[in-house]
């Protein structure tokens, strides 16, 4: 192949990478959360694609359909195959499409902040602190972080989400 075909294969090639992230390629929502200093693992892994408006922080991400797992037993969470709020530096507000099951009770998870090393996630009446670190890998759908087949188990001796519970944040 002569040099004049590589550059141009290499312009195509990057023009396509360049196009699909600019309309929304599912592997760049997890970049827009690392921007926003947020970690990866708040998404499940799947994420097909996103929108963002980046004046008003608008966004959704969405999924081939809804998810749930389990993190560790202490917590179940669902999410819907459409995922909305606001983002802005380290405050996820106005969230839809995310549940967690406190008690026999799902609850929305409405806010997400960041506090130097801790998130805080609100259901609005409750609120809970975990450390930013629990969320360094992407759980997947049905197993979360143990799954044997996506590679996502943790190497370390953390236990996952164990800092924690819901409080009452009147």
Same mark, same amino acid.
């Given at each position: 192949?002569?040099?004049?075909?590589?550059?141009?294969?290499?312009?195509?090639?990057?023009?396509?990478?360049?196009?699909?992230?600019?309309?929304?390629?599912?592997?760049?929502?997890?970049?827009?959360?690392?921007?926003?200093?947020?970690?990866?693992?708040?998404?499940?892994?799947?994420?097909?694609?996103?929108?963002?408006? $980046?004046?008003?922080?608008?966004?959704?991400?969405?999924?081939?359909?809804?998810?749930?797992?389990?993190? $560790?037993?202490?917590?179940?969470? +669902?999410?819907?195959?459409?995922?909305?709020?606001?983002?802005?530096?380290? +405050?996820?507000?106005?969230?839809?499409?995310?549940?967690?099951?406190?008690?026999?009770?799902?609850?929305?998870?409405? $806010?997400?902040?960041?506090?130097?090393?801790?998130?805080?996630?609100?259901?609005?009446?409750?609120?809970?602190?975990?450390?930013?670190?629990?969320?360094?890998?992407?759980?997947?759908?049905?197993?979360?972080?143990?799954?044997?087949?996506?590679?996502?188990?943790?190497?370390?001796?953390?236990?996952?989400?164990?800092?924690?519970?819901?409080?009452?944040?009147?």
């Amino acid at each position: 192949m002569n040099r004049l075909a590589i550059v141009i294969l290499f312009i195509i090639s990057s023009f396509l990478t360049l196009s699909a992230a600019e309309h929304g390629d599912g592997a760049g929502a997890y970049e827009i959360l690392k921007s926003y200093n947020f970690p990866v693992g708040l998404l499940p892994k799947g994420a097909r694609e996103y929108d963002l408006d $980046e004046k008003t922080g608008k966004f959704n991400a969405y999924f081939n359909d809804s998810c749930s797992f389990s993190l $560790e037993g202490s917590y179940q969470l +669902k999410y819907k195959s459409k995922i909305s709020g606001y983002i802005a530096k380290g +405050k996820l507000s106005q969230l839809s499409g995310i549940s967690v099951k406190v008690l026999f009770l799902w609850l929305n998870i409405v $806010e997400v902040v960041r506090n130097g090393d801790d998130l805080e996630f609100s259901v609005g009446i409750a609120s809970a602190d975990f450390a930013v670190d629990n969320f360094d890998i992407i759980p997947q759908c049905g197993c979360g972080l143990n799954c044997n087949n996506g590679g996502l188990r943790r190497t370390d001796d953390k236990k996952i989400l164990g800092r924690a519970s819901l409080v009452s944040s009147i």
